[in-house]
């Protein structure tokens, strides 16, 4: 500890410094530096320098290149630097001022004046600091401690009252700073302190805690937590027009005003973390199981140790399978621990915690490894075997020694490469997504095929897929769950499935539960599919006579329908409709015409049937299907499209095209218009397949009727 204040004296002339030592002698304590190059180390060493007069020639490191030096490094932006200068050295004056100096004296020194002056400049720069500590420097609102200290004062002169803490962050922010910038960040940031001081100015405290993590404590009479979010949105949406900025609210009800506010705070953020992502319902109140399930983490943590020394750690395999195909094509290595106490504890519930305290390079290397050795015996047992693929944490891809890693076990135990796959979350790729390209590419070179995991569940999904080489992408129902009941649901599997057939990549949908969300994938030509519908992840053994006797258990699934077939539900993977869909006998197609083209949206199983194709193939076609139309009849089905479309009714037009193989089909085609945009118009269309009838005459030219409604 000093008991006074620290002057630091820069100056080669050991005169000048005992000149300068003797003007603030009992003022100050004083360290001396004979260069700016000194002083710089004086100050690096974490010395608490109140002020510093500096002269201007020096060797080494004179005073103009030792505040440049210093505006460059912001740990000093608050030390005021006095220069030393000759009298009426107006040049060096104007230059030290404009390099960030605080202030000039002129030698000879006039003792009362320089310390008057240097003694206004430390009272100055005290208070600013005093105020910019207490307060945030970019919005101006109360800093974290000082919104501790301010509502804990509150709620000790309150104690009659109730209170709620509140605490909230910005939906997405890092990707608003991707997108337009830090500075538009910054403005929200802004938008949201003004905001705030509108709202709750006088009725309680508020604050910026970190990032974009904001508080405020008002009393609970005041609670209308849905009109704060409406006003705070809005608020906000005045910074920030052209995006909705939205947010999620973590609510602590002040039961027990003994706990520390940065307890309270914590606890507002575990209500807050259980909303993250949840666009219906942006806000929840703290309970007491959010805190046991962070004691639950810690106990864990605790015996993570002695799990790995007993190897309490199990690999279960969940089945992939195809639709097209109908069999099982892979399988995805999930990790369970066998806890001796808490029994199988599934990865969902563990893997986060081993990320954090980074024991997942231990366990995602056994699990990787028992995987080889799994691969190695199905293989020498002389049976025929699947691909498994095996998740990474985004943690062990930053490694740069991962690849060796991986060779070396491949090396082990022989295994072919294309018989592992890699499940890479797309956060890991988002983070860098270069230095991510190159290790992708390197395991793609060796052979192994790297998927997507999660594909739609963070930030940036559809940006960086043109910058990192992926092999295909899964996709998890139960993120998009939320989507369901806005009726986006299908919509949005739709848009991935289509847009990952135009980049050629498979997709894996996960999570399929129901015979709903089966049928409706597969009308969309989602060919492989994973979930509880089919099969849980298995132990090995179990796994193995799944996949013998998986044939049936596939055909069996996807059997038995209804009748008739309601419009409106069609982009609903859950409704019943789907399954009258596909139960309809005859191929049915839903389109959609973009200009001049036919997309195909959905079709069902009696499409396939006619049409000679499965989900894989037809998807190769499906962004315009009319390239398998007769050319000649192209013309007259878009016509004939635009007119139904205009009648809102239904026509009827009998064409010719080729099927799925190459074969020339005759068609009779039903054509009902199910709405949508008029630049994007939905058709239903029914075929009857009537090539028998036509036979002989191949080149009859279409009938078409004119019986719109
Ligand atoms: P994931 O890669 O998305 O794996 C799918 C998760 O969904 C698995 O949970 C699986 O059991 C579950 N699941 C599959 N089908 C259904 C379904 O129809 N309904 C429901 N409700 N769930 C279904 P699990 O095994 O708890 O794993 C959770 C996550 O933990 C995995 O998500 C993966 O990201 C991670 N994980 C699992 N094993 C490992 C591992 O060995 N290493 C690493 N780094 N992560 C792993
Ligand atoms: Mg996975």
Redesign the pocket.
């Known amino acids: 500890m000093h008991d006074k204040p620290i002057m630091l004296i820069v100056d080669d002339s050991e005169m000048s410094r005992g000149g300068l030592k003797r003007v603030f002698l009992g003022e100050y304590e004083f360290i001396e530096a004979k260069n700016g190059q000194e002083a710089m180390e004086i100050l690096r060493a974490g010395t608490p320098v109140s002020i510093i007069l500096l002269d201007a020639i020096m060797p080494q490191m004179n005073g103009f290149q030792f505040l440049e030096k210093m505006q460059e490094d912001s740990n000093f932006s608050g030390i005021p630097i006095v220069m030393v200068t000759q009298q009426d050295d107006e040049y060096t004056e104007i230059k030290a001022l404009e390099l960030g100096a605080a202030d000039f004296i002129a030698k000879p020194f006039k003792s009362q004046i320089i310390r008057r002056r240097v003694k206004n400049i430390v009272v100055k720069n005290q208070l600013e600091f005093k105020y910019k500590s207490k307060y945030d420097k970019l919005t101006g609102i109360y800093t974290k401690d000082t919104f501790i200290e301010k509502t804990s004062q509150m709620l000790r002169e309150n104690t009659h009252k109730k209170y709620v803490i509140i605490r909230w962050n910005i939906e997405r922010f890092k990707l608003i700073n991707d997108l337009f910038g830090v500075k538009e960040g910054d403005k929200i940031l802004i938008g949201m302190a003004k905001t705030l001081a509108e709202l709750i100015k006088g009725i309680g405290t508020y604050g910026r805690l970190e990032r974009d993590h904001f508080v405020m404590c008002l009393p609970y009479y005041l609670l209308d937590i849905e009109e704060i979010i409406k006003r705070i949105n809005e608020g906000v949406g005045r910074y920030k027009a052209d995006y909705a900025v939205a947010s999620n609210f973590g609510i602590y009800m002040v039961d027990d005003i003994t706990l520390p506010v940065d307890i309270m705070c914590d606890r507002a953020n575990l209500a807050l973390q259980s909303v993250r992502g949840n666009i219906t319902k942006p806000y929840a109140f703290y309970k007491d199981k959010y805190r046991s399930s962070l004691l639950e983490e810690q106990r864990l943590i605790k015996d993570i140790n002695i799990a790995l020394a007993e190897e309490q750690f199990e690999v279960y395999y969940?089945p992939i399978f195809s639709l097209s195909l109908g069999k099982v094509v892979s399988a995805?290595?999930?990790?369970r621990w066998n806890h001796p106490i808490k029994k199988i504890i599934?990865?969902?519930q563990f893997?986060s915690i081993f990320e954090k305290n980074g024991f997942?390079m231990q366990?995602?290397v056994f699990?990787l490894e028992t995987v080889c050795k799994q691969l190695k015996e199905w293989k020498d047992s002389g049976e025929q075997f699947l691909p498994v693929s095996?998740?990474?944490?985004s943690v062990n891809i930053y490694e740069p020694d991962f690849c060796n890693k991986v060779m070396e076990l491949v090396r082990k135990y022989v295994i072919d490469t294309s018989m592992l796959q890699f499940?890479i979350?797309e956060n890991t790729y988002s983070k860098n997504t270069y230095q991510h390209s190159d290790v992708i590419k390197t395991l793609q070179k060796r052979g192994f095929s790297i998927l997507m995991?999660?594909f739609g569940s963070g930030y940036s999904s559809f940006n960086m897929l043109k910058d990192v080489p992926i092999d295909a992408l899964k996709v998890?129902l139960?993120f998009l769950e939320d989507f369901d009941k806005s009726g986006r649901f299908g919509s949005i599997i739709t848009a991935v499935v289509r847009m990952a057939k135009w980049l050629n990549m498979p997709v894996i949908a996960?999570?399929?539960?129901t015979k709903g969300q089966l049928d409706f994938l597969k009308s969309i030509g989602c060919d492989m599919v994973?979930?509880?519908?089919f099969s849980r992840?298995l132990p090995k053994l179990q796994f193995q006579i799944f996949v013998k006797k998986s044939d049936n258990v596939l055909q069996e699934k996807i059997m038995a329908y209804d009748e008739s077939i309601n419009y409106n539900e069609l982009f609903n993977p859950n409704f019943v409709s789907n399954q009258i869909f596909n139960s309809i006998i005859g191929g049915i197609g839903i389109y959609e015409l973009v200009e001049d083209r036919l997309e195909v949206i959905r079709v069902n199983d009696g499409y396939y049937q006619t049409m000679g194709y499965n989900p894989q193939t037809l998807y190769e076609d499906a962004g315009n299907i009319l390239c398998k139309v007769f050319e000649e009849d192209r013309v007259l089905l878009i016509e004939k499209c635009r007119n139904v479309c205009k009648s809102r009714g239904l026509g009827e037009i009998v064409l010719r095209r080729y099927d799925g193989n190459g074969k020339l089909l005759w068609l009779d085609v039903n054509i009902k218009y199910l709405g949508g945009n008029i630049h994007r118009p939905l058709f239903c269309f029914t075929f009857k397949d009537i090539t028998t009838s036509k036979g002989s005459k191949k080149t009859d030219t279409p009938v078409v009727s004119s019986e719109e409604e």
């Not at 996960?510 to 539960?513: N, Q, T």
């Not at 994973?530 to 519908?533: I, L, N, S, T, V």
């Open positions: 969940q995805e290595a999930l990790v599934p990865a969902g893997i997942i366990l995602d699990v095996v998740n990474i944490s499940e979350t995991d999660d998890d139960r996960v999570g399929v539960e994973q979930g509880y519908f992840p």
